[in-house]
């Protein structure tokens, strides 16, 4: 057992709690409202006041959220807690839920 | 549609493994407005589907499985609010300090139903609750944190006025004592706090700057128990102050007790590694009363609280090493009780209470008194518990080696505890834990010693020597698992000396039964033991890695094979002379004369 954390948050202080908000406004011209990015944004910095480590992703391509989870994936301790937060596009896809990050309007 | 859009289930599937909580907040039913939507969904299909999800996550949707958010709900509420409902209901509860989730989000969903006219409906999936206390911080977002437990405490605003001015001067000393990393300024400036007409406000500071002071001498030089006694004294009468009955000291309790136990296990730790200034430093600590502190914190909020519970078993284990009569002084006051309860309280995880509570009840039972007492009130069917429950679910290595790390001590003991880890499946949830968590290092050492210990002679457990003749039940009692997770156990950590010496003790222990030997030469074990030493560097520091390899190797005339053999004279020409090892030089020349025989 190590020492007890560096701050009275104790020992649990060395396990990060990590978060990413993803906030999609904009499909190919055709954007939502009012902005699925304020609401990602009020998150992540919600989040972040209360010592989350937090990813903020606004209008980003499908690459760029495929690395952030990544990223957070490998960052992420064992036994730390992780968040995502998601605002814009759902879909179903043979029976799965998906986010969508990228499309073009019909 | 899904080179450009994430998978919900990929999120739970790359992030639950190592979270010991996973949440997913999706605001993204809304009317389909892209051309591959609405060709994907089925006609009648809209919004997200109900899903279920792995265990320790939890899925939030902004409204119900087939339905969409209602534009006006999107919009905000009268005032304009710039987010969404959904959005604004989850802020308003979920990050309350000390708010477990699933409570929040019950109330948050009644704000949205509310907010929405009953339109939109949070819905959630949750598989938290199956595994963590309702009352642990595991659940909460936020942990307990300082400045959120102040909501029934009144003062009018004259006295208001008297606390802020008190406090700004308090405050300012105390900025000044941490500048000059004055642990003396700090602990005066805390006991004066105490009495003083701001101490609700300026004790729980107090408490951190003087823990962050001792923080930061550790890292740098380390001082004596002198200095340390004032600041012992002071916090033991912070910790009182946070059980005071006024409403003034109940107002940020929690606050209070967690620093002052967080500083107190810093303060202790300035004792640094060596036996002497430790000691001084335990006996300043004892005798100002740390020891009933600590328990005092654990009775009045271990439960509520898995950062106070932490510390407090922090405080505890630090109390206790090497040290007799701390161990006898907490033994009396129900401290093994306490400590059983917190480990059993935030058993689930690898969280921070769960983890020293096991640690400083491994420090406790290298004493003789607090062993048996352990051992009657079921420390080992405990910590076998959390063994077996880290291997079901395939995470949680860190309490899972610290439990392997108790029931290590308790086995090399002599007496009945060893006895009775064998009857509980020590030797079996050792065996599991080694089999779930393969690439855990320091998991693998713990639970190697735990398999070794078993099925050594019952009478020098310490020394793990191998059973023989009737004393070989233990290694009877093992089964093939056991071979098979010894013999991965050796492949996988081939940078870890001790990794490999414990493994090659352990199998010499399990081979002594004829099944699991030729379950090991089935497996392979032996060539891959030859490979192993062909490979080595050996220094003198590796010479009882080698000492256990080689003497497997010989036993099962594995020299024969050429690179051995050449392995084994290097190993002689480095260690004939007695600079390194006798054991290996007697080993490998054993195995060489195997070889000549047998050739």
């Known amino acids: 057992m190590g020492a007890a954390g560096s701050t009275p948050g104790g020992a649990s202080a060395h396990l990060i709690s990590r978060a990413l908000c993803i906030g999609v406004n904009d499909y190919n011209g055709v954007s939502l409202s009012p902005a699925p990015a304020q609401d990602a944004r009020a998150v992540a910095e919600a989040l972040g006041s209360c010592g989350w480590d937090v990813c903020l992703l606004l209008q980003p391509s499908a ?23 998601f605002a814009g596009h759902g879909g179903v896809l043979n029976g799965d839920n998906y986010f969508i990050i990228e499309g073009a309007c019909a | 549609m899904r080179s450009k859009a994430l998978s919900v289930n990929e999120v739970f599937a790359k992030l639950s493994a190592k979270a010991s909580m996973c949440c997913v907040w999706a605001d993204a039913a809304r009317e389909p407005a892209l051309a591959y939507e609405r060709s994907a969904s089925t006609a009648h299909q809209k919004g997200l589907l109900a899903q279920n999800v792995p265990s320790n996550c939890l899925l939030a949707l902004s409204c119900a499985p087939g339905c969409l958010a209602p534009s006006s709900a999107r919009a905000g509420g009268a005032d304009g609010e710039a987010t969404g409902a959904f959005a604004r209901a989850l802020l308003a509860h979920a990050l309350q300090p000390g708010q477990p989730l699933p409570a929040a989000l019950a109330q948050a969903h009644d704000q949205l139903a509310q907010e929405t006219n009953g339109r939109q409906t949070l819905w959630v999936c949750n598989t938290l609750s199956s595994t963590a206390s309702a009352q642990s911080d595991a659940l909460c977002l936020v942990p307990l944190a300082p400045a959120g437990d102040g909501a029934q405490f009144y003062q009018s605003p004259e006295d208001a006025a008297l606390e802020a001015a008190a406090a700004k001067d308090a405050m300012s000393a105390l900025d000044a004592a941490e500048r000059a990393a004055s642990l003396p300024a700090a602990a005066a400036l805390l006991a004066a706090a105490v009495d003083g ?20 001498m550790a890292a740098t030089s380390g001082r004596t128990s002198a200095e340390a006694t004032a600041g012992f004294r002071a916090l033991v009468a912070a910790c009182r102050a946070s059980q005071g009955t006024t409403a003034g000291a109940r107002t940020g309790a929690l606050e209070l007790c967690l620093n002052a136990t ?4 810093h303060l202790l730790a300035l004792g640094g590694s060596t036996s002497s200034t430790r000691q001084r430093q335990q006996e300043a600590a ?67 209470a769960c983890l020293a509570s096991l640690a400083a009840l491994a420090v406790l039972c290298r004493d003789v008194e607090c062993r048996r007492r352990a051992v009657a009130l079921g420390v080992i069917a405990q910590a076998v518990g959390c063994c077996s429950s880290a291997c079901l679910c395939g995470r949680h290595a860190l309490s899972a080696c610290e439990a392997l790390r108790l029931l290590r001590v308790l086995c090399q003991c002599p007496g009945a505890a060893r006895a009775a880890a064998l009857h509980a499946g020590a030797l079996a949830a050792a065996v599991a834990c080694l089999t779930a968590h393969p690439q855990e290092p320091q998991l693998a050492e713990q639970a190697l010693w735990v398999v070794c210990l078993l099925t050594s002679q019952p009478s020098s457990p310490q020394s793990g020597d191998p059973p023989t003749g009737a004393t070989a039940t233990a290694a009877q009692g ?8 010894v013999a991965a156990a050796l492949r996988s950590h081939t940078a870890t000396a001790a990794v490999q010496a414990l493994a090659c003790r352990a199998m010499r222990n399990l081979t002594a039964d004829s099944r699991n030997e ?21 220094g003198a520091e590796q010479a009882r890695s080698m000492d256990a ?15 051995a053999e050449e392995a084994l004279k290097a190993a002689l020409a480095r260690h004939g002379d007695g600079a390194g090892s006798r054991f290996v030089a007697a080993a490998a020349a054993l195995a060489l004369e195997e070889s000549s025989i047998r050739a």
């Open chain 1, 63 to 85: 690459a760029d959220v495929n690395r952030a989870l990544s990223n957070l994936e490998n960052a992420l301790q064992t036994g730390a807690k992780a968040l995502v937060f």
């Open chain 2, 262 to 265: 967080w500083a107190m296990s």
């Open chain 2, 478 to 485: 093992a089964d093939v698992a056991a071979v098979q997770a």
């Open chain 2, 197 to 216: 007409p701001a101490s609700r406000v300026v004790l729980p500071r107090a408490c951190l700057v003087l823990g962050r002071i001792a923080a930061a």
């Open chain 2, 286 to 352: 004892v005798a100002a009363g740390c020891c009933e502190s600590a328990l005092a914190a654990l009775r009045a909020h271990g439960a509520a609280s898995a950062s106070i519970s932490a510390c407090a078993c922090r405080v505890v284990e630090l109390l206790c090493v090497d040290s007799a009569g701390s161990c006898a002084r907490v033994r009396d006051q129900g401290c093994i009780e306490l400590l059983l309860s917190t480990a059993a309280h935030h058993r689930d995880g690898d969280g921070p």
């Open chain 2, 518 to 538: 030729a379950a090991a030469t089935q497996l392979g074990f032996f060539e891959g033991l030859v490979e192993s030493v062909t490979h080595q560097r050996a």
């Open chain 2, 549 to 563: 390899r080689l003497e497997v190797a010989a036993r099962r005339g594995a020299a024969r094979e050429g690179g």
